[in-house]
């Protein structure tokens, strides 16, 4: 529309023109998002773009704000690409957005959302993946700067609450462009050392840009492939990393995460207390019950008075004797007396006689003094057979030459192998004293 000075326009001329010239200006514009006006219905979607000194009106056409994929909020850092129109009817002038991304942070928070979402498609940060911290750790891996706050924090909350666990630093670069690929390798590292049986990964606080090495992929991959399970503590109670979402147990802070690998002394003392007083009364007891049940063992008559079992035999074997010893000189003395008697008579006949008969009678005599030793030594031996058997029946000349009598544990006479069984207290006597034995294991002769 050709337009001159020397002529007046009216005003929707003027606003053709103006918006002619303005469509011919392409920019790229960043800037936050405030008064937002989406409502179902809208054919665009209604905003400002504001910066610390001017506010520009925007709109988006409905089909490219959900082409974009982005949903805005009062608030964000948005990069917009489009044109100036003017809007004629209320002679406004607007900022047509043809191209919406998230700038900055919200660029980041985007792609860490997605990849998020990614990971979590896989079972990555599935709670039943996860798995439990072992409740007496001997050796802690670290993993984080060694130089921040944090390394501190950790060694001297386990220095407090469990001093006995020994720690492998692994020192790493934990912001920056090489911070990820150091992080993975301090993982891998530590993991590999024998013996370590939690690692914790760490560091302070920082913006989310310094966090996010932590949101990276490597790292979430490395955390889910480690042999023992990893605590996390980076940045503050707010901050939530992937790392802090695949990882076994998520604490808030590094002091919160080494307080989660290690056991409170305070509560381990209290707890051995407990099991030491159980275990000392389970002991007591025991000790006592064995005792009780030695006492009756000990009391029973077999063990007290091993002539409750041989009293019989002994006895019998004094009454024996007795017998022997009365009928013995009893029939010697008669033999004797007959010996007398017969002599005797011998001397009264031989006055009777002559001569002849008297050396005859005499020759008779010799002949019967000789054979009176003769008559003796039949019944001594006989005596002698008796004695040696009466010393061969007697149990304590079995027990002189080598044999044993087993008595069990009530006390009656062990005589077949199939009485006993493995385990059971047997009392052995021999010829001198008793012994005590336990059946180790039992034979039979078919």
């Given at each position: 529309?050709?337009?001159t000075?020397?002529?007046a ?8 023109l103006a918006?002619?010239?303005l469509e011919?200006?392409r920019?790229?514009v ?6 937002l006006?989406s ?7 209604y ?6 000194q001017?506010?520009?009106p925007?709109?988006?056409w409905r089909?490219?704000y959900d082409?974009s ?6 608030g964000q ?6 044109g100036?129109t003017?809007y004629a009817?209320?002679?406004r002038?607007?900022f047509q957005v043809?191209?919406?991304t998230?700038?900055g942070?919200g660029?980041?928070r985007?792609?860490?959302?997605e ?15 996860k798995?439990p911290?072992?409740?007496?750790p001997s050796r ?9 706050k944090?390394?501190h924090?950790?060694v001297?909350t386990l ?5 006995v ?9 934990v ?8 992080i993975?390798?301090g993982?891998?590292t530590?993991a590999s050392?024998p013996g370590?049986d ?5 560091r302070g606080?920082g913006?989310?840009?310094?966090l996010?090495?932590?949101n990276a992929?490597?790292?979430a991959?490395?955390?889910v492939?480690?042999p023992?399970p990893?605590v996390t ?7 939530m990393s ?18 989660a690998?290690?056991p409170d002394r305070a ?14 009364r389970?002991?007591?007891a025991?000790v006592?019950?064995r005792?009780?049940r030695?006492?009756?063992v ?14 019989t035999?002994?006895?019998?074997l004094?009454?024996?004797a ?11 003395e008669?033999q004797?007396?007959a ?6 008579a011998i001397s009264?006949?031989?006055?009777r006689?002559g001569?002849?008969?008297?050396q005859?009678v ?9 054979a009176?030793p ?7 031996r ?10 061969d029946?007697?149990p304590?000349?079995?027990?002189g030459?080598?044999?044993a ?11 077949d ?5 493995p385990g059971?207290?047997?009392t ?18 078919e």
């Open positions: 529309m050709a337009m000075a020397d002529r326009i009216s005003v929707s001329d003027a606003m053709a918006k002619s010239s011919t200006v920019v790229r960043v800037g936050e998002v405030s008064g006006a409502k179902p219905g809208y054919k665009a979607v905003f400002s773009l504001k910066d610390d001017a506010v520009m925007c709109l988006m089909d490219a082409a994929g982005v949903r805005l909020s009062d850092l948005v990069e917009a690409t489009g100036f003017a009817p209320k002679g002038l607007q043809r191209t919406l998230i700038a942070e660029m980041l985007l792609q860490v959302a990849l998020a979402r990614r990971l979590d498609a896989e079972g990555l940060m599935d709670p039943a993946r798995r911290l072992p409740p007496f802690i891996g670290v993993v984080t700067s060694p130089r921040g944090a390394v924090d950790v001297r220095a407090r609450r469990y001093p666990a020994e720690l492998v630093v692994a020192g790493v670069t912001e920056g462009g090489r911070a990820a690929e150091e993975v390798r993982l891998r530590v050392e370590v939690v690692i914790v990964l760490c606080g913006s989310y840009e310094d996010m090495p932590f992929e490597e790292v991959r490395a955390i492939a480690s023992v990893v503590g980076i940045g503050h109670e707010p901050d992937i790392a802090d979402m695949v990882a076994d147990v998520r604490a808030s802070t590094p002091t919160a995460a080494a307080e690998v290690s509560d381990v003392s209290a707890r051995l207390s407990v099991v030491g007083g159980r275990l000392g389970a002991l007591s025991s006592t019950a005792a009780h030695l006492r009756l000990a009391e029973r008559p077999v063990l007290r008075d091993p002539s409750v079992v041989l009293g035999w002994m006895q019998s004094d009454a024996l007795a017998s022997l010893g009365r009928a013995l000189p009893d029939r010697l008669r004797a007396d010996v007398k008697r017969a002599g005797a009264g006949w031989a006055g006689f001569r002849r008969e008297r005859a005499s020759h008779g005599a010799r002949r019967l003094l000789a009176g003769l008559v003796l030594a039949a019944p001594g006989r005596f002698a057979v008796a004695a040696a058997r009466l010393e029946l007697s304590l000349g079995i027990l030459r080598g044999y009598v087993c008595y069990g544990e009530e006390g009656a006479v062990v005589r192998a199939g009485e006993v069984a059971d207290h047997l052995v006597r021999v010829a001198r004293g008793t012994l005590g034995c336990v059946v180790e294991s039992v034979g039979t002769e």
